[in-house]
């Protein structure tokens, strides 16, 4: 089967197709999608987060070492033990436990609401991945119950608690497990 436009309705789908803001549009989005590509975008990143204090930095303006996921402080405070001037040293000892602080506390709020989360924030992404998932699906078969194509009921006769059952059970693992284990990957 073949389908044939009119030859207006032609007309203006090609008027609407090659119109200025349609094409630049195009062009736009097809350069975003090339532009790394085709090694005009620089693929490392400019700047990362440190693991320590969360201090963003650059790593082209740090000194290249082998420890690229701490900021300079860092590294020669806690990894390198060089030890820092006094105030600098308190400020960022300071520093540290803020970010510490804001990061449990972060992930502990995410992990009562999405179990899991707080692992994925915290670096145990597969875990919290996991935990996710089971979630998500405890609450979509909770709220889906009544779109399945296959009547539970029908199994069961009066067994919606039945039915209910695995998925509540689900639902309270994939929380009991997100909120009591630990949400960090490894101390530092």
Not at 70 to 98: T, Y
Request: net charge positive; glycine share 12%; proline share 4%.
């Amino acid at each position: 089967m073949r389908l044939r436009l009119e030859g207006s309705v032609r007309r203006e789908a090609a008027m609407a197709l090659t119109a200025p803001a349609s094409v630049a549009g195009g062009a736009g989005l097809l350069g975003v999608l090339l532009w790394p590509g085709i090694g005009l975008a620089s693929r490392a990143g400019g700047a990362r987060r440190c693991r320590r204090c969360g201090r963003a930095f650059c790593r082209r303006c740090q000194v290249a070492t082998k420890y690229p996921d701490f900021c300079s402080q860092c590294m020669h405070l806690f990894i390198l033990r060089d030890g820092l001037a006094p105030g600098v040293k308190a400020k960022k000892m300071e520093d540290v436990a803020r970010y510490r602080r804001r990061v449990f506390i972060g992930s502990r709020l995410l992990s009562l609401f999405l179990p899991g989360g707080g692992h994925v924030l915290a670096g145990r992404a597969i875990f919290g991945a996991v935990l996710l998932t089971g979630w998500a699906a405890a609450w979509l078969g909770i709220a889906l119950h009544d779109e399945l194509m296959v009547n539970l009921e029908g199994l069961a006769p009066q067994a919606i608690p039945v039915t209910f059952f695995p998925l509540a059970l689900l639902a309270l693992l994939a929380w009991l497990l997100g909120n009591l284990t630990s949400h960090g990957a490894s101390a530092d």
